[in-house]
């Protein structure tokens, strides 16, 4: 019976240390399942901060004025051709290590237009492809930074 009292009290033992251990580790460690480690997109945030601003479009006056990046991969985007345009949904992605930003329009003649653009930060320049939904056209463009004067 003493032998059986010392096993059990050894396997208590045994329990609460792997216990404590797995509690430090949660401590020092944080959760295995915590958002960062979720996120893929966060492995780019710092690079994403790049792309606030306001950005020209090279073949005319269209502006793209881009506030508020967010790690999980939310923006606010602002479009204007000269008035402002409704953007319904905009967004960004790091991946195949680039920034991947995606703007989607809705308003009059803009049902559903979209850009699907790259940061291209050696060039500091917007590039990538434009939806024209009424006409059901895909174009070339590419955004500029603009800089106040």
Request: proline content about 4%; some cysteine; aromatic content about 14%.
């Amino acid at each position: 019976m003493m032998e059986e009292s010392k096993i059990r009290i050894n396997i208590l033992l045994i329990v609460i240390a792997v216990c404590v251990f797995a509690i430090i580790l949660w401590i020092f460690i944080g959760s295995p399942f915590s958002k960062e480690q979720e996120l893929p997109e966060n492995r780019g945030f710092s690079e994403a901060k790049g792309i606030k601003g306001k950005w020209v479009r090279q073949d005319g006056g269209y502006v793209i004025l881009i506030e508020d990046i967010e790690p999980e991969g939310s923006l606010k985007a602002f479009y204007f051709n000269p008035r402002k345009i409704n953007v319904s949904r905009a967004n960004w992605k790091y991946e195949n290590n680039r920034i991947h930003i995606f703007i989607e329009l809705r308003d009059v003649n803009y049902p559903g237009s979209t850009y699907k653009l790259l940061y291209a930060p050696e060039q500091n320049v917007l590039i990538g492809t434009y939806f024209q939904a009424v006409h059901k056209q895909t174009f070339n463009v590419s955004f500029k930074r603009m800089t106040d004067q």
